[in-house]
């Protein structure tokens, strides 16, 4: 014959139920839920029904013996359960039946049983494969990225070498030469010197034409000469008490 199992569900506001809550409060209350619980437990086979065989004197005898529990707390906790209706007794009192475990009784055969761990078995191992999956499409994606970043960074190294040996530095007598062209005063020397201490580098980019670099120069050269001169027009005079014109 197949085996069965059966479980009993325990409702989730049972402790704080109102009938176990006055249960609780009587003395030696605890014991008398322990025995309630017990009760609930022997008739899960018999979808909630105790039978009184008539074996002891009575049926609370009867079921400490079963329920290995004192015969008095088995009397009081039935007493009580019979008056807030969690027992309910047939009227040759052979017959008990607990009306609210009824509906918290399951069971399944030992097939069923395995059915259940299989399925769940599988999807265990679908969520995790599904998990593999993610993690793959991620390491790929981000395997991508590193490349992509690799190859901007050759790139990049490629460019600045690139440009490195398109540019030559030039010779002071270049640098001179085209001062005297344009007549803008630079000091040749010092501007060699100048690139020379950074590299030939123009902030974080190497210099690509020295040329527009003397021009450059040229042009904030004329701007400080502009501001010198409106400083010293605007000196005050004290004699005339005003500024010079």
């Known amino acids: 014959m197949e085996k069965r199992y059966y479980w009993l569900k325990l409702a989730d506001d049972f402790f704080t139920s109102k009938r176990i809550k006055m249960l609780r409060s009587l003395a030696g209350g605890d014991t008398f839920t322990i025995i309630y619980l017990k009760m609930q437990l022997k008739a899960l086979k018999t979808e ?3 039978y009184y065989d008539g074996i002891m004197d009575n049926f609370a005898k009867e079921l400490a013996l079963d329920i290995d529990e004192a015969e008095e707390n088995v009397r009081i906790t039935i007493q009580y359960l019979l008056s807030v209706g969690l027992l309910e ?3 040759d009192g052979t017959e008990y039946v607990l009306p609210y475990t009824q509906k918290l009784i399951g069971s399944e055969t030992s097939s069923t049983q395995r059915s259940r761990k299989c ?5 265990e191992q679908k969520a995790l494969q599904c998990n593999d999956n993610a993690t793959d499409v991620q390491q790929k994606r981000n395997g991508e ?4 970043k690799e190859i901007d960074i050759d790139i990049d190294k490629e460019k600045v070498k ?3 040996r398109n540019f030559v530095p030039p010779t002071l007598s270049e640098v001179k030469a085209y001062c ?3 007549n803008n005063g630079i000091n040749p020397e ?3 010197d100048f690139y020379e201490s950074k590299g030939w580098f123009v902030g974080k980019n190497k210099m690509k034409d020295w040329k527009a670099a003397v021009r450059n120069w040229e042009q904030r050269r004329k701007e400080e000469r502009g501001e010198n001169d409106r400083v010293q027009k605007t000196e005050w005079n004290p ?7």
């Not at 399925?119 to 999807?123: D, G, H, M, V, W």
């Not at 990225?145 to 992509?148: F, N, P």
């Not at 004699?239 to 014109?245: A, Q, R, S």
């Open 145 to 148: 990225i590193d490349i992509d």
């Open 162 to 164: 690139r440009e490195s």
């Open 180 to 182: 005297q062209e344009r």
């Open 48 to 50: 909630g029904y105790l």
């Open 239 to 245: 004699k005339t008490h005003n500024f010079f014109e």
């Open 190 to 192: 010092q501007f060699i």
């Open 89 to 91: 007794s047939s009227e």
């Open 119 to 123: 399925r769940l078995k599988q999807k």
